[in-house]
């Protein structure tokens, strides 16, 4: 049952309802209790809360005990991004391997059942899809989050998406807006820039939006970019012209406007979460996403008085922190009549789809002059997988396992794996170094290399350029964006690295599709 603490102002329950705070533990923490008490209304998961389906079903039911109607909200993309399944890697491939199916259908398939599995653990609000263009395959921290580089594929899914995931009752939060994907630098440590006119943005960043608002998403998550042609001054976290201006007024867009995290470095380093914070509500966002970082009461409270602050000193309307905290419940009214049960996804079981869409993902050729992929014979003895590890960003985090030594150790038992990895010291001559200590630790078997983002890491192409002189057979397996030229005696794009992309590649090595 909902309570509200006596005395608490409105002004004061206002400024608490309008934040996403996140907590860390398996069990919710006295002080978030309290404040759900007092009128806080969203509670953000990460991997670190989540153990179990069963321990998160009854961690969303203690926070429904104290609020019925609380919005639950996780990052949970499927792909490289998973909460869910933090510590064993998901059982759904991420938005660029559905990008590389191109089908519809399938996209919006497994968006339910990936809706209906949070919906079934209490959960109701996901930050997802990321409706970013990838366009600059530079791009350290969306890639593979993303559906692709074109355009009218990233619309068609990004819209199929939200269908699917909302169909099970569980809202989309379509993001980054006004759009990523055009971006070398990662928000959490920098403040990115897009330098494109505004013509190239409505066409191209925009047109993905366009879609989920048409397709009816229930929030919108804002990007902590700067774009010149759309607002020189402020990122777009904190702009009136791009959350109200466009989104709103042009867009024609009405429901809840969320931010990206507020302790990234784009807007902690530049404005601090209790400037950028007033700011974003002053702008339009109606939610502020916080707690990836800092997850505590004392940031809640921070927040909570300088919202109230802002107010009182005459710098953010009261009516503009009203407005957002009524999206916030509207949004928890939505939640409670969509229903949180979804119908399995149609033609494929639901437990069974995202490994069919991590096999249809899946794209296997040869280099040139070495054939037919068709006639590769699978490995029948147990190889050595060398896994060439880039640093993983911040969305993904590096307590997510992925490759594909795992699932070939099921399919062909005695498979050996090492990681090796850039060190210190020149990108070439670290990639050789990589290259020679993993033909050293292979020794007389078939080696697997697999790489991710083999274009963004020079010391990476270094290293299979030692591999591939030495041992020609090699077979190489990309789970980023496969940008660079295929090579290798079988180069297996899987356009992902989520545990059942892994598994797709697996069975094509052993010869075991379907087992």
Same mark, same amino acid.
């Given at each position: ?5 006596? &005395? ?17 533990? @398996?069990?919710?923490? #006295? ?12 509670? =953000?998961?990460? &991997? ?19 609020? #019925? ?18 510590? !064993? &890697?998901?059982?759904?491939?991420? !938005? ?5 199916? #191109? ?8 968006? $339910? ?8 653990? =209490?959960?109701?609000? !996901?930050?997802?899809?990321?409706? /970013?263009? !990838?366009? #600059? ?14 355009? %009218? ?15 099970? %009752? ?9 759009? +990523? ?13 897009? /330098? ?10 925009? *047109? ?15 990007? $902590? ?11 777009? @976290? ?30 902690? =380093? @530049? ?14 966002? /109606? ?25 009182? *000193? ?32 149609? %033609? ?40 060439? @590890? ?39 001559? *670290? ?25 963004? $890491? ?21 789970? &980023?964006?496969?940008?660079? *030229?295929?090579?290798?005696?079988? +180069? ?24």
């Amino acid at each position: 049952m909902t309570t509200l603490a006596s &005395g608490t102002d409105t002004l004061t329950r206002d400024a608490l309802t309008v934040l996403q705070p996140g907590f860390t533990g @398996t069990t919710a923490p #006295d002080w978030l209790l309290r404040r759900l008490g007092e009128g806080l209304a969203s509670v =953000g998961l990460f &991997g670190r809360n989540i153990a179990s389906p069963g321990q998160l079903a009854a961690l969303t039911a203690q926070l429904r005990a104290e609020r #019925d109607d609380v919005l639950v909200a996780i990052d949970e993309e499927g792909g490289d991004v998973t909460r869910l399944e933090v510590r !064993n &890697g998901s059982s759904f491939p991420g !938005n660029h391997a559905l990008g590389a199916v #191109d089908d519809v259908e399938l996209t919006q398939q497994v968006a $339910h059942e990936l809706g209906r599995r949070l919906a079934a653990c =209490g959960v109701n609000l !996901n930050w997802a899809p990321s409706a /970013d263009v !990838n366009s #600059d395959p530079r791009n350290p921290v969306i890639g593979v989050r993303s559906f692709g580089a074109d355009t %009218g594929l990233a619309a068609r899914h990004t819209a199929a998406y939200v269908t699917g995931l909302q169909s099970a %009752g569980v809202a989309a939060c379509t993001k980054h807006f006004p759009g +990523h994907g055009d971006t070398a630098v990662d928000s959490h440590h920098a403040l990115p820039r897009i /330098d494109v006119s505004a013509d190239v943005l409505a066409e191209r960043e925009l *047109a993905p939006f366009r879609a989920a608002v048409a397709a009816g998403t229930r929030a919108v998550m804002s990007a $902590h970019i700067l774009v010149p042609a759309l607002d020189p001054d402020r990122p777009a @976290t904190l702009s009136h012209r791009i959350l109200t201006g466009l989104l709103r007024d042009e867009l024609g867009y009405d429901g809840l406007i969320v931010t990206d995290g507020m302790e990234m470095h784009a807007i902690a =380093g @530049t404005y601090g979460i209790e400037r950028g914070s007033v700011l974003a509500i002053a702008a339009g966002a /109606d939610a502020i996403c916080v707690g990836g970082g800092l997850a505590d009461d004392a940031t809640v409270l921070r927040l909570r008085d300088a919202l109230v602050s802002a107010v009182r *000193a005459g710098e953010l309307p009261e009516e503009r922190l009203a407005e957002a905290a009524d999206r916030v419940r509207a949004l928890a009214r939505w939640t409670g009549t969509a229903g949180m049960a979804g119908r399995p996804a149609e %033609g494929t079981h639901g437990t069974e789809i995202g490994l069919h869409a991590a096999r249809r993902a899946l794209t296997v050729t040869a280099a040139p002059g070495l054939g037919d992929p068709a006639t590769f014979k699978p490995l029948t003895e147990p190889p050595y997988v060398a896994a060439l @590890t880039p640093v993983a960003n911040i969305a993904v985090g590096d307590e997510t396992p992925w490759g594909i030594a795992a699932e070939l150790i099921h399919l062909l038992p005695g498979t050996v794996t090492g990681s090796f990895s850039a060190g210190d010291g020149p990108e070439s001559e *670290a990639g050789e170094n990589a290259g020679r200590a993993a033909l050293q630790a292979a020794g007389p078997r078939r080696i697997v290399a697999v790489v991710r983002d083999e274009h963004r $890491h020079p010391w990476m192409a270094s290293a299979l350029d030692a591999l591939l002189a030495a041992r020609p057979d090699t077979v190489v397996v990309e789970m &980023g964006v496969p940008q660079a *030229a295929p090579r290798g005696a079988l +180069h297996i794009a899987t356009h992902g690295a989520a545990r059942v992309c892994g598994r797709a590649a697996a069975e094509v090595i052993a010869g075991a599709m379907g087992r």
